[in-house]
């Protein structure tokens, strides 16, 4: 297999994979959101945490 046949492969590749998927149902979304936030909510408020204890270090 050379060079001008990687884009085929690819997009022989893509093309089956999305043949398989399939639109989400209603309560999959629902619930892929709100894992999805709370995982953002939660490494926001890690980060937040990070940043002032670093601000109290500082200080002293």
Known sequence: ???????VK??????????LTRKPRQSEFTETSKITGAGV???????FIIILIAHIIRSI
């Not at 297999?1 to 884009?7: E, N, Q, R």
């Not at 690819?10 to 043949?19: D, Q, V």
């Open 1 to 7: 297999m050379g060079i001008k046949d990687l884009p």
């Open 41 to 47: 909510v939660i490494i926001g408020v890690i980060g």
């Open 10 to 19: 690819a997009f022989k590749e893509t093309r089956r994979i999305l043949r």
